[in-house]
């Protein structure tokens, strides 16, 4: 079979058939289907695609090695700290059963992670229903926004954990305590964020509504809401990740069951791998967390557009 050239950049493939009679059969196709060859541009985009795929990923390999690596050497300095073979092997036999239940206070890791996830999304759930409306009050209305200026500039500074107190009082139970927690220190990035969405609205679109007489709640639906969702979305951001930071720190002090109990248990059983293995799964869900909510927001952020 022999090529021959022609005019109109296709070539001419002259056949043999595998007849007695030799009867030649002529076939005309282009270059590109005969030859599987790559296109002019193609090797220059496979070097970029895996400049582009070298740079998204390898920075953050070289980063977690060297926290093996540091974690590793301490490890051999300090013979109490467990290493990172260690910490696997730990990892290995506590996840191969992480919703075992032999007891109110014998439980495994995923139903104390459960716990407290439930009671994250119990205290968020309660102070987005009060701070989001809050803070449309407050960036709709400047007399309610100095009425309460000076309360939330006393209060949100306090650290969540002095409420913890006030919340077993009220209660008189561990588990309301710890959700009350989560509530206060969620509202106050709801509020604010919320209320500067609003007041950086337009005034010409007030003004517009204004001039077609539109009523209270549908400037709020039609025109507020959409101009402060990636503000609000930004809030919510930011309150479920300072909610899943103090949910531990509140469960340690309360007892029962959940994440943090769980770490002050290991402590005192002195597992210290087992606390190394609790500070990444408490870090993999926060990071889990805040990156649906980044998906959640881009994308209506985008539709707001």
Known sequence: ??????????KTFTEIAPSSAGVKVSV????????????????????????EFAKTVIPPLLGIGLLIGLWALIAVKNSSIPGPMQTWNAATKLFADPFYRNGPNDQGIGWNVLSSLQRVGVGFGFAAL???????LLGRFSFVNRMFDPVIS?????SPLAWLPIG??????????????????SIWPMILNTAQGVQRVPQDYLNVARVLGLSEDK???????????????????LSIGTAWLVIVAAEMLTGGVGIGFWVWDEWNSLKVEHIIIAIFVIGIVGFTLEQMLLLLAKRFTYESR
């Open 1 to 10: 079979m022999s090529p021959a050239p022609s005019r109109d950049g296709l």
């Open 28 to 51: 005309r196709a282009s270059a590109q289907e005969v030859s599987p060859a790559l296109g002019p541009g193609s090797g220059e985009r496979l070097v970029h695609g895996a400049r």
């Open 154 to 158: 006393l209060l949100r500074p306090v």
């Open 130 to 136: 009060v701070g989001i409306p809050m803070g449309f």
């Open 168 to 185: 077993l009082l009220v209660f008189k139970r561990a588990d309301p305590a710890a959700t009350w927690t989560i509530f206060i220190c």
């Open 219 to 237: 400037v709020i639906t039609r025109i507020l809401f959409p101009a402060v969702l990636p503000y609000l979305l930004t809030g919510i951001r």
